[in-house]
């Protein structure tokens, strides 16, 4: 009985870890592309806004 859980139990991590394997191999697909590429753009649009705030409160001393 406990070898019958034990074989059960192994039977569904191996199955765990070939789902890890499956996704952690798995090319990265578009949307994620498209939004990490989204994510890039509004980080340089933020740091040029915070940039040319940082420009307006130099010169107002």
Known sequence: MA??????????????LSR???????????PDAELADRHERLKK???????GIDQILSGAN
């Open 3 to 16: 070898d019958e859980r034990l074989i059960g139990a192994i039977g569904r991590i191996e199955r765990a």
């Open 20 to 30: 890890v394997e499956k996704l952690a191999t798995a090319p990265a697909n578009a």
């Open 45 to 51: 649009e933020t740091l040029d806004a915070i940039r």
